[in-house]
């Protein structure tokens, strides 16, 4: 079946660091990717998404790229603030059927 | 933000007890979600709804029901609660039966002693 793979935390960097988040899945089909961020005591945010192969999303200056040949949907962002202090989820989801599959979260830790 | 409203926002309650959780939405989407979120396992789905009436089982759906008699409002219900159901619950909504972005609630946390 469908599943979502990612990079278990927590993940601890300075400010202005380059961050790397791994997302793998696996589908039968032909899903859409998302990356979703949680704050304390909060539900989950869209990040941002990809719905075919090689599709970039960004979003605050947050971007993952859609890789089909890797299976993967990897994270970036090239300088991180406290304020991305958070547990960032990546998920697809099954065309058709309207479901979700998320990864187990990652939690984000930046230090000034 | 769309507009998902989740009632109550913070529950205790004794094993054994009868508890129903709401979602309400205002977007008019056709598709909502339960989920639960626990340490360790991310976000489980319990039950999701496809239309008014219309509902299906999750991964995670023993000891929970659901009913949707209107589009704005999914009601989760425990009808025995049981301390293994000690969990923060989101309610999600979609728009399109072709998959789409879900949107999530604020949350409800739940403590059953």
């Known amino acids: 079946g469908d599943s979502v793979t990612q990079m278990e935390g927590p993940v601890t960097l300075s400010e202005e660091a380059f961050l790397t988040i791994n997302c793998t899945y696996t589908a039968t089909g032909y899903p859409s990717l998302f990356w979703y961020v949680q704050y304390p005591g909060e539900g989950l945010q869209l990040l941002l998404k990809?719905?075919?192969?090689?599709d970039k999303g960004s979003n605050k200056g947050f971007e993952a790229t859609y890789r089909k040949e890797t299976t993967s949907f990897h994270l970036e962002k090239g300088s991180v603030q406290v304020s991305d202090s958070a547990v960032y989820f990546c998920?697809?989801?099954?065309?058709?059927?309207?479901?979700?599959?998320f990864g187990s979260g990652t939690k984000l830790n930046v230090k000034p | 933000d769309a507009g998902i409203t989740q009632s109550p926002r913070h529950k205790v309650t004794e094993t054994g007890t009868p508890v129903t959780l709401r979602c309400h939405q205002t977007e008019n989407h056709r598709y909502m979600y339960w989920y639960r979120q626990d340490p360790g396992h991310g976000l489980r789905l319990i039950h999701y709804?496809?239309?008014?009436?219309?509902?299906d089982k999750g991964e995670v759906s023993d000891g929970y029901s659901v009913s949707r008699s209107k589009t704005e409002d999914f009601l989760l219900t425990l009808e025995s609660a049981t301390s293994s159901q000690t969990s923060v619950y989101f309610c999600?909504?979609?728009?399109?039966?072709?998959?789409?972005?879900?949107?999530f609630g604020p949350g409800t946390r739940l403590t059953v002693l």
């Open positions: 990809a719905t075919k192969a090689d």
């Open positions: 998920a697809l989801s099954d065309r058709g059927f309207n479901k979700f599959y």
């Open positions: 999600a909504i979609s728009g399109r039966g072709e998959t789409d972005t879900q949107y």
């Open positions: 709804s496809y239309g008014v009436k219309d509902t």
